[in-house]
């Protein structure tokens, strides 16, 4: 999904649409104002980057104060760390990270007010389908050979287009079974055309930039080798990076360090090349409850709290070296979801036990546990009080939230009306069974070492043994639970999470379209792909397509609100809580520009330590 995803404190929200020329939709003032409902204090955002020559190179000069170069920023990462550093590769939120520290992308999105803006490109333009964008000149990978066109069009044509590494942005732009085309006009500009308008595109710019003289010869050795290309086995001398840090260490299991950039492209207002800092660390901390305590214990510098801690540090604020900071909803959504696969692997077996397919399948079954979840509970005593009941497939700060969808509380009486429906009935020691005799059991799966989804797995479990089902709850590791979810398709029930953006929904095509790579909940393998649909995942399908065609704003909220309708009616996923977003970061840090969009270490590159 992906990707994984990856909000923002915006006063103004603008969606792009197509026509002859570049034109921008504005979404009413009310829909937008639903994004800010935090108490961050007020942020003061420095004018936009603009470019400058330099001894003939165009770089982006950045308009932040000034700071002092040196220092270093430790930030961390919880579970067993980057499974990859090829941000082509990447399917994991951790190794997107890693990898695209060091990988800038044509574009990015303000962390002020959500518009595309450029980046690696000077500018761009949309005429039409055709999107023109223009390099700046002179500007180098991190060995000193110069960013041109053609990098720009072997990485989206060689890569992207043809299918290398993790393939969820080429089957984002796949429309009417068509790619998007790609092609040099001059050594500094490029030239996309779409067969269709397609509004998301525009966002899809800032997929990173591949040096092509580094990344040809493993592309011709083709697709296998590649998945082994940069991976964490590498020497980190053999990167070649466009962005800020370039890697310099890795430890697996314990930290990854990353270096300044000698040639980075953005300078400050003095025209020194930045960042300012002279290293990146990551330490790897296995857990949520080791990230606190290496926070308090000064070997991080930057962290994001989960709702138990955030009383006790807000308390401890004042007389500390930290600053909290409130970013809002989170832009991501977390839920329960059941395996509804009913398809057999090659040697004839099912992935789920044909007792409980029928369970899982039957929407009065998914109905009563929906019911049965108590997410006031959750929010209260999980999140501590910081956080929403969740409903929706779009984020409650997503600008395409359909309102329409509304919250209600547990009921566990109507939980088990809808079980009655289907024939379950309980014995007289209160335990379930359908109506074919057999006991209600299942796995339920996390992934371990996020206290959160843990905590949440208990009190899910207890909500349904509430109704009398059994619930054999089992936390694994992050890789071995994403293996069962897209690969071996063992499991019975999960609790998950995705990113995702309050911009943008079609970064979550992979997950709800039927053939998706993330359409966890019935998914389907590449010998799969042809097997009959649900009727609603048809629709599904039908209705997302048609939201990324759409070029304004309101035609395409129709089509987004009656996808996220048939999700609340079909419960594919069993929403469950937004968290608001609560981070601390030292003091001594400066350049901080909190967005509930881009985070707070957006800008690393600007980030100085006093």
Known sequence: MKKWVYVILVLLVCAVFLKSCVHRDVPPVEVVNNIVHNDV????????????????????????????????????????????????NSKDNTSSTMSEIMYDGLLTTCPEDGEPIPKLAKSFEINGLDYIIHLRRGVKWSDGKEITADDVVFTWQNIIFDGFGNTSTRDSLVIDGKLPTVRKIDKYTVKFTLTKPFA???????????????????????????????????????????????????VPAQRVVYERNPNYYIVNTNNEKLPYLDKLIYLIVGDLN????????????????????????????????????????????MFLTMNLNDRQNEEGEFYVEPVKQKWFRDLNFRLACDYAVDRKNMVLNIANGLGEPLFTAESLNSIFLNKDLKPYDRDIEKSKEYLKKSGFYWDEKGKLFDKNNNRVEFDLYTNAGNTEREAIGVMVKQDLEDLGMKVNFKPVEFNTLVNKLVNTLDWDM????????????????????????????????EKDAKSPRLDWETKLDEVYIKGALETDFDSRKKYYDEYQKIAYEQKPFIYIYSPII?????????????????????NLEEIYEE
């Open 41 to 88: 204090e007020s942020v003061s955002f420095p004018a936009h980057a603009k470019t400058v020559l330099v001894d003939g190179v165009e770089y982006l000069q950045s308009q932040a104060p000034v700071g002092k170069f040196g220092g270093q920023l430790r930030a961390s990462t919880i579970g067993e760390g980057p499974k990859t550093f090829n941000p082509f």
């Open 494 to 525: 999960v609790i998950m999470g995705l990113t995702g953006s309050p911009l943008e929904p079609n970064g979550g095509k992979n997950v709800w379209l039927s053939d998706g790579t993330l359409h966890m909940f019935n998914q389907r393998l």
């Open 200 to 250: 998301p595109f525009v966002r899809m710019l800032s997929t990173p930039i591949a040096p092509k003289h580094v990344f040809e010869p493993a592309v011709k050795k083709g697709k296998d080798y590649f998945y082994t290309f940069y991976s964490t086995n590498t020497n980190p001398k053999e990167f070649v990076t466009s962005g800020a840090f370039k890697l310099k260490e890795y």
């Open 290 to 333: 080791n990230e606190v305590l290496k926070f308090e214990g000064g070997e991080v510098d930057v962290i994001t709290l989960q709702g138990a801690n955030v009383a006790r540090f807000k308390e401890r604020e004042l007389h500390s070296d930290y600053k909290i900071y409130n970013l809002g909803p989170n832009t991501g959504t």
């Open 582 to 602: 609560i981070t601390a970061i030292r003091t001594k840090y400066k350049n901080i520009f909190p967005s509930g969009l881009a985070g707070i270490t957006y």
